[in-house]
């Protein structure tokens, strides 16, 4: 019976293994769901995703890790994300609705989330990886549109505001003003007073190398 008892109790240990828990959980450890897309490393179930998935993208989501029963970090529905495992690495790639080359609007890489296991605990590394294009820069064109907006006192142009952006990155003191006096040089207000709120956060986030969400 005893040899019956051992076979037993090996094969239930070898059925649990590899069955670790590897759900959702809130921030607050309070809710719990089935995963939307788990995420392997090496081949083990090691991170569950809940959230919306639309055209590559996924946000208004949570990262838990398999096996934990709190949420790693919940990303909010303004912020539109791709998946990569790299090695032993979870990529959480952040695009942003920013310039292309031809100056059309179009969401860039702007920084990655990185989620790995340093020295048995996972670690969080976020690194801004968006490499500003030097075409885009102040000229007269760009001196033309802040004029015809000033003339109004209301600014509807949310190009301007991006081009505007995108100057004061350049490290220089005049150009910087641009941005950091948008909102009190023009009156802006709903989607684009919104946009220019994300915008600044980005802004600090660049000159400061540090998380922006």
């Not at 070898?14 to 607050?28: D, E, F, K, R």
């Not at 942003?96 to 590394?125: C, V």
């Not at 142009?157 to 505007?164: E, G, S, T």
Request: charged share 25%; hydrophobic share 30%.
């Amino acid at each position: 019976m005893k040899i019956v008892y051992s076979i037993i109790i090996i094969i239930i240990s070898l059925t649990s293994i590899g069955q670790t828990n590897c759900n959702c959980y809130s921030l607050n450890n309070k809710n719990t769901q089935k995963p939307d897309t788990i995420i392997k490393i090496n081949g083990i179930d090691s991170y569950a995703i809940c959230g919306y998935f639309e055209d590559g993208f996924v946000s208004e989501f949570t990262v838990t890790e398999c096996g934990e029963t709190q949420a790693l970090d919940f990303y909010d529905a303004t912020l539109n994300y791709k998946i990569k495992v790299d090695g032993d690495t979870l990529k959480l790639i952040d695009y942003r609705l920013l310039f292309n080359d031809s100056l059309e609007f179009q969401r860039i890489p702007w920084a990655i989330d990185m989620y790995y296991l340093s020295k048995g605990k996972t670690t969080h590394k976020r690194d801004v990886v968006f490499k500003k294009n030097k075409e885009i820069k102040y000229n007269n064109d760009f001196q033309n549109e802040w004029d015809k907006e000033i003339k109004d006192n209301w600014s509807t142009n949310d190009k301007l505001i991006l081009w505007a952006f995108y100057i004061s990155l350049d490290n220089d003191e005049m150009n910087e003003k641009y941005f950091e006096n948008y909102r009190s040089t023009f009156q802006i207000g709903g989607e684009l007073a919104e946009y220019y709120n994300e915008l600044s956060k980005l802004y600090t986030e660049y000159k400061n190398k540090q998380p922006s969400f």
